[in-house]
């Protein structure tokens, strides 16, 4: 059974930094891709990172360049969201996903079959 765990959100004033972590289980991490999504309030689920299997190349959407940085550890099966400078639109409930899709559909959140239950992240003036 596939199973991913995130933590690590709470609620942060602007310029705080938070680091996800999501426990992966149940498959090998090193063969799949995983991303952080996340969706706020009314809004649909976006794309934030991509960490493109076995863990070299990474994808981020132009909001979180330079802010957010995604790693892997595929011994421990985990993945990381470092978040920095959080802005209060970073507001959201942030999701670990994973799956095997075509680089060119890694931004896509229909291409992940594997998804955690979501952690929120709450950035305050």
């Known amino acids: 059974q596939v199973q991913l765990a995130e933590s690590g959100g709470g609620l942060v004033q602007e310029g705080d930094s938070l680091r996800l972590s999501c426990a992966v289980s149940?498959?090998?991490?090193?063969?799949?891709?995983a991303a952080w999504f996340r969706q706020a309030p009314g809004q649909e689920r976006e794309f934030v990172a991509a960490?493109?299997?076995?863990?070299?190349?990474?994808y981020y959407t132009e909001t979180v360049k330079g802010r957010f940085t995604i790693s892997r550890d595929n011994a421990k099966k985990m993945v990381y969201l470092q978040m920095n400078n959080l802005k209060p639109e970073d507001t959201a409930v942030y999701y670990c996903?994973?799956?095997?899709?075509?680089?060119?559909?890694?931004?896509?959140?229909?291409?992940?079959?594997?998804w955690g239950q979501g952690t929120q992240v709450t950035v305050s003036l």
């Open positions: 149940g498959l090998p991490l090193i063969n799949y891709h």
């Open positions: 996903a994973s799956s095997t899709p075509a680089l060119s559909a890694i931004r896509r959140p229909e291409m992940y079959r594997y």
């Open positions: 960490s493109a299997r076995p863990g070299s190349n990474s």
